[in-house]
């Protein structure tokens, strides 16, 4: 599976855009992104994934470039409540296995 | 309403003492896993199941058991705990397939004294 690669730390207004990057430069075409959250020591939220399209739900937008090299997590509007750790897992088609790395904490100031 | 189960939150033994944490989901998924979280090493999966009978070892596997009697349960076995497991664990169920997300419980915090 491909690794990622993602800032330590970020901060972000409450209100505002945040966008949180990734890097997974060796990303293989059948290989999806997955973005989790964790608040604070509770169990990891699905947030969104996607292989090659840019994605949207109600939580999330998720940008990859073209290569596939990297994608952003946008949270439109954030919130207090966004404040938690965010992770990038890239996960392959031939496991269901989810490697978890340092992912990025994201603090939402008023 | 979906999600998955563990059972106790809380957790504070004796070493030696075996122990039980239950695992449950509502959502018919294959795939089931343990995880445990520690403090700079994040998480690590314990072992895992892609179906009922069907269990494998995860990254850290040393000191647990599992069993998948059933579809919907996936129980973690201490048998013999010890202080180096007082961890927070997670279990997480899914349908199979890498384009088929995970959910996770709210988590277990053992502390094995």
């Known amino acids: 599976d491909a690794k990622t690669t993602q800032p330590p730390s970020m901060d972000c207004a409450e209100g505002r855009a945040a966008n949180l990057p990734c890097n997974h430069s060796?990303?293989?075409?059948?290989?999806?992104v997955y973005w989790y959250r964790q608040i604070h020591s509770q169990g990891p939220q699905y947030i969104i994934h996607?292989?090659?399209n840019n994605e949207t739900n109600e939580m999330a937008s998720l940008i990859i470039t073209e290569d596939r090299k990297s994608s952003t997590l946008i949270l439109p509007h954030a919130t207090l409540r966004d404040t938690a750790v965010y992770y990038c897992?890239?996960?392959?088609?031939?496991?269901?296995?989810?490697?978890f790395g340092t992912g990025t904490r994201l603090q939402v100031f008023p | 309403e979906a999600q998955v189960t563990q059972n106790p939150r809380y957790l504070i033994t004796v070493t030696g003492k075996k122990l039980t944490v239950t695992c449950s989901q509502n959502?018919?998924?294959?795939?089931m896993s343990w995880y445990r979280q520690d403090p700079g090493l994040g998480l690590r999966q314990i072992y895992y199941?892609?179906?009922?009978?069907?269990?494998d070892k995860g990254d850290v596997p040393e000191g647990y058991k599992v069993s998948r009697k059933e579809k919907r349960n996936f129980p973690l076995i201490l048998e013999s705990p010890s202080p180096n497991q007082t961890s927070l664990y997670f279990c997480?169920?899914?349908?199979?397939?890498?384009?088929?997300?995970?959910?996770f419980g709210d988590g277990t915090r053992l502390s094995i004294l």
């Open positions: 997480a169920s899914s349908l199979r397939g890498s384009n088929q997300p995970q959910h």
């Open positions: 060796t990303i293989s075409g059948n290989e999806y």
């Open positions: 996607g292989l090659k």
């Open positions: 897992i890239v996960r392959g088609d031939n496991t269901d296995k989810l490697i």
């Open positions: 959502m018919n998924h294959e795939y």
């Open positions: 199941s892609m179906n009922v009978e069907v269990t």
